[in-house]
């Protein structure tokens, strides 16, 4: 009988022997035992780990063969926000993109050329050299917990070797290959069960699996391609020397790449996998673009939704004709009518087209679509179908042109154009039913109020038995209001009464800025009401500020500060919002009173980085926050100070010295804050933001 000491040190020599088989199998393609033998050894560690199940350890390999059943996946915050890249279509774009790089970089700028997967995003944390969790990206600010399904996929390691930080994130994408695909459809095809339409959908499929053993059957694939962690910039200086290290780590990363610095090069290796890709045992969708360094990303910066620095070159979509049988206008809920064309069905990229967009009324003009033509329609970002061209040599004798509507198709109300738009609304906002059950069904969203128990049945439903009107009618309902209440497609029994009656309650303490967004202003979406609530911490002062205050809001502007105005002049609306504040919704910024302690940084800007005695990282930016500083990404002639804290790194102190930007210590920092106005000795500028790295 094996002692427990025996058992702990094979336990722990079979897992480290079986993890680098694994590696050189799936990571390196050069296995050093059968596959026979590696499953011997991964029979005995899996009985030993049965008989002392104190020493079965998360990162074992016996994890990879599943088991698990997860009956939710918990929705988690991203450390690092996972954010989308901008697509590109053209080399003409892609030529802009470098154009506009190289105006902001005056130094030579260098470009990893990688292959874009088509799959789907994966952040995969590591702490210690140990998998912690997996989440999918999700809205961006927050995904689903994945890991007991991941940690089933082969090429993601459970454990790293070499040096490693004690903490950082991996994104990659997880695919499955073609074989796998093959495999599983065909299986799919003996039982009867519908297909999947592509590789993409299958691993996504897949990935949200309650049983990790049908997970780890179906052989999903996984290839990194960025590192995410504190002060990254100070450990490497490129992005493609942290790959090289992470691959020495244990990571699967792809070695389809290449460092190109013309616009030659960067075209040659486009060109190259346009063809080539074929020939992969996976699908790539187009090429990513990255600048290399990490010091010029980081001068380049983002936008809301992309970063600056990076961009996806796509492959030309694949394209189908098919017959224009009818065209459907669409009423949305700001009143923007769109017009929507029915196509016989027909199969593109994988999936069965039915309809397709047509924009507006400029598009049908340009196109002279008539009815019964043959049209021509590709994937717009393989998502959206669009109609690209007319095969005129097959339009029918007396065929009838497609005419625009001039009244609206729900209320018969008749349309209206602005000024310099192609849009045509309609102007009944408060009666016009697509119009009230769009905002509706908007306020709701989960991205909104989240108030998930309301689908979009159950709001048609409520608002044609007269229950609802607006959104503040939301709030009257009452479980006796809506008990027992049915039609041929929902039902309010008694758990989905009591369901939407508790949600709506727990929807009013989700944040201001949600409910700004929830309240559907046109042209203010989840980014633009945080920045607003950033700046006017409750809704009297939104309701008063002009359009030049406004306007002066970073990321604002004109156009979005009169859609604001326009939105709480209108009284209607105004009622709305009182009868919500009567509710109980948060019509001001939870921590109002924290970021009230002082103005001692009004409109300062601030860099952060290093380690500090006193201060966690997120504990120092609510430090700024709360005397009125802000934060920005990274220095710039417009940072007013850095805040340097212990190892700090050397090239952002270099950085900020070349600049003139005053480098502060903590002490500094805690003497800044200690009195309401900052003295005049200190000769600090008139704005502070601060950046946490």
């Not at 390999?61 to 697509?87: C, D, W």
């Not at 962690?229 to 992005?239: A, C, Q, S, V």
Request: proline share 4%; net charge negative; hydrophobic share 40%.
């Amino acid at each position: 009988m094996m002692t427990k000491e025996e058992a702990r040190q094979r336990i722990a020599a079979l897992s480290e022997e079986l993890e680098q088989h694994n590696y050189n199998y799936y990571i390196l393609a050069k296995p050093t035992i059968s596959d026979y033998e590696f499953d011997m050894k991964l029979e005995e560690l899996a009985r030993l780990e049965r008989e002392f199940p104190e020493f079965l350890l998360p990162s074992s390999p016996t994890q990879r063969v599943g088991g698990g059943i997860t009956k939710e996946f918990k929705s988690v915050k991203h450390k690092y926000p996972m954010l989308s890249l901008a697509n590109s279509y053209s080399r003409e774009e892609i030529a802009d993109f470098i154009s506009r790089i190289k105006k902001t970089i005056d130094e030579e700028v260098e470009f990893c050329c990688e292959l874009k997967f088509d799959g789907l995003s994966i952040s995969l944390q590591y702490e210690n050299g140990v998998l912690i969790r997996a989440v999918t990206r999700g809205d961006g600010m927050q995904g689903d917990d994945v890991t007991t399904n991941v940690k089933t996929i082969r090429t993601v390691p459970l454990k790293l070797h070499g040096d490693f930080p004690p903490f950082f994130e991996m994104r990659g994408e997880i695919v499955m290959p073609f074989e796998s695909f093959d495999k599983l459809n065909g299986q799919r095809l003996e039982a009867g069960d519908d297909l999947f339409a592509n590789p993409r959908n299958a691993a996504a499929g897949t990935l949200k699996l309650q049983d990790s053993k049908e997970v780890a059957r179906r052989r999903l694939d996984n290839y990194c391609y960025y590192m995410m962690m504190d002060d990254l910039e100070d450990r490497y200086k490129t992005h493609y020397e942290s790959l090289q290290a992470a691959k020495k780590w244990g990571f699967n990363v792809s070695n389809y790449m290449a460092l190109c610095k013309t616009i030659d090069e960067i075209f040659e290796f486009i060109d190259y996998w346009d063809v080539k890709r074929h020939e992969l045992p996976f699908a790539i969708d187009g090429i990513v673009l990255k600048v290399n360094s990490y010091e010029q990303q980081q001068a380049l910066g983002f936008t809301a939704k992309s970063p600056k620095w990076a961009i996806a070159y796509k492959f030309k979509a694949e394209e189908v004709e098919t017959e224009l049988q009818s065209v459907d206008f669409q009423v949305g809920r700001h009143g923007t009518i769109t017009p929507v064309a029915n196509l016989s069905p027909v199969l593109l990229a994988g999936t069965t087209v039915k309809r397709a967009t047509l924009n507006n009324e400029d598009f049908i003009r340009q196109f002279d679509l008539h009815y019964g033509d043959t049209v021509t329609v590709v994937k717009g970002g393989e998502i959206i179908p669009k109609i690209i061209g007319i095969n005129f040599d097959k339009r029918q004798a007396g065929a009838l042109p497609v005419a625009f509507v001039r009244t609206c198709p729900a209320c018969g109300t008749e349309l209206i154009q602005n000024e310099g738009e192609a849009a045509w609304y309609c102007p009944n906002s408060q009666g016009c039913p697509p119009q009230v059950k769009g905002r509706i069904e908007h306020f709701i969203s989960r991205k909104a109020m989240n108030i998930e128990s309301l689908g979009e049945g159950k709001v048609e439903f409520l608002y044609d038995a007269g229950l609802i009107k607006d959104v503040a009618d939301l709030y009257d309902l009452t479980y006796d209001k809506l008990f027992g209440l049915a039609n041929d497609k929902v039902s309010f029994k008694e758990k989905t009464a009591q369901n939407i009656v508790d949600a709506l309650e727990k929807s009013k303490s989700v944040p201001f800025e949600r409910v700004l967004f929830a309240l559907g202003i046109r042209n203010v979406g989840e980014v633009v009401a945080k920045t607003i609530v950033a700046e006017y911490h409750d809704i009297d002062a939104i309701i008063n500020a002009s359009v030049e205050e406004l306007s002066a809001i970073n990321t604002v502007g004109e156009v979005i500060a009169q859609s604001v105005r326009q939105f709480f002049e209108n009284p209607v609306n105004m009622g709305i919002v009182e009868r919500l504040k009567a509710a109980g919704l948060q019509f001001a910024k939870a921590d109002n009173s924290t970021s009230a302690l002082s103005q001692a940084l009004a409109g300062k800007t601030f860099v952060v980085s290093g380690v500090f005695a006193n201060y966690s990282r997120d504990g120092i930016k609510e430090a700024i926050e709360a005397h009125g500083g802000k934060n920005v990404s990274s220095i710039s002639s417009k940072t007013d100070y850095v805040l340097a804290g212990d190892k700090m790194g050397p090239e952002k102190r270099k950085k900020a010295e070349s600049l003139g930007i005053p480098v502060i210590s903590e002490a500094d920092f805690e003497a800044m804050i200690g009195e309401e106005k900052v003295t005049a000795a200190t000769e600090e500028p008139e704005n502070v933001q601060l950046s946490l790295f």
